[in-house]
């Protein structure tokens, strides 16, 4: 089992910029794959960005060359650094994890594990 805990969300004006983290818990399960995905009012929940074990990372078209996604394997930490904000990108911000357990009894298995949640909102 994963608890993902976000946090850095918040209030912030147009061109401004916001720093989300998202810290794993409670599992000795290797980690491959994390990502922040959001959901706007009114909207279905979108990727923004993903980011492998290995560092290798994919962007959503909107946020390309204003988001960074990174991370820290030692913490089990994965960031999103967001500049040039705009009220487009107001949305509950969810962190994401993907797991692989290895069992040589029963068998490996894999699952997702997703966050509580951490508004952002952009004013004009």
């Known amino acids: 089992q994963v608890q993902l805990v976000e946090s850095g969300g918040g209030l912030v004006q147009g061109g401004g910029s916001l720093r989300l983290s998202c810290a794993a818990s409670g599992s000795s399960g290797s980690i491959t794959n994390m990502g922040w995905y959001r959901q706007a009012p009114g909207e279905q929940r979108e990727l923004v960005a993903t980011?492998?074990?290995?560092?290798?990372?994919k962007y959503a078209d909107s946020v390309k060359d204003r988001f960074t996604i990174s991370r820290d394997n030692a913490k089990n930490t994965v960031y999103l650094q967001m500049n040039n904000l705009t009220p487009e990108d107001t949305a509950v911000y969810y962190c994401n994890a993907h797991t692989k357990v290895i069992r040589a009894i029963l068998g490996s298995y894999e699952r997702d594990y997703w966050g509580q949640g951490t508004q952002v909102t952009v004013s004009s």
């Open positions: 980011i492998t074990s290995g560092g290798s990372t």
